[in-house]
């Protein structure tokens, strides 16, 4: 089975730190995604990588940057982070629609 | 536009009976609509998807029904057990771009 992992299952950071998500997969996938998920609504889309150092926005780019070194890695960056970016942050890989089990950020 | 909306928020079935959940899109441009199923503490899992070359697609008691004329796109889970009871995701994309729109969401609770 395809097998995405989430470095951290709970994090909490203080206002204006800056804030690393990371993700792996070990299907050697070459699109890789992050979302967050809210309450009433549902998941949005962030940032994607469809290879190795591409990148493009989401419909929710803002505060947010990614890296992709690696062909198994693609980290969410969260510059500085605020408390509306308090929220389940979810990586995906395709083309199988693999999530993670998601990084349940907390920024106080 | 690019939203997908997604009915009801939250639904309560008995055990046996028939589960229903809608979605409406509004961008014509969307060629595959997936549905996904999340159990608390995990992420969404690919459940069923169905491109609109077909108005119906079944997997075992899960159904995708799909009117393309309208816009809209359905759920429906047959039998209903309460090892369904979980959180149901649409969504919608252009085919081959795995950019994906999501509906809001729908919580199952099937009673026993």
């Known amino acids: 089975d395809v097998k995405v992992t989430q470095s951290s299952r709970y994090l909490v950071k203080r206002t204006g730190e800056k804030v690393f998500l990371e993700c792996v997969q070990d299907?050697?996938?070459?699109?890789m995604f992050w979302y967050r998920q809210d309450p009433g609504l549902g998941l949005r889309l962030i940032y994607f990588s469809y290879d190795v150092k591409m990148k493009e926005k989401g419909d929710i780019p803002e505060g947010y940057s990614v890296s992709r070194e690696k062909k198994e890695r693609f980290s969410l960056i969260l510059e500085s982070a605020s408390t509306n970016q308090t929220s389940m942050y979810l990586c995906?890989?395709?083309?199988?629609?693999?999530f993670g089990s998601g990084t349940r950020l907390t920024v106080v | 536009q690019q939203q997908v909306k997604q009915s009801p928020q939250s639904l309560i079935v008995q055990k046996g009976g028939i589960s229903i959940i809608n979605c409406a899109y509004e961008n014509t441009a969307f060629d595959y609509f997936p549905w996904y199923q999340q159990f608390p503490g995990k992420g969404p899992a690919l459940l069923i998807a169905i491109r609109p070359d077909v108005s119906e697609k079944k997997e075992g008691r899960f159904t995708i029904s799909f009117n393309k004329s309208a816009k809209q796109f359905s759920l429906h889970i047959m039998d209903s057990q309460p090892g369904d009871s979980a959180t149901y995701f649409c969504a919608a994309s252009n085919w081959g771009t795995y950019k994906y729109i999501f509906g809001t969401g729908t919580r199952l609770k099937v009673l026993a």
């Open positions: 299907m050697d996938h070459e699109n």
């Open positions: 995906a890989s395709g083309p199988t629609d693999t």
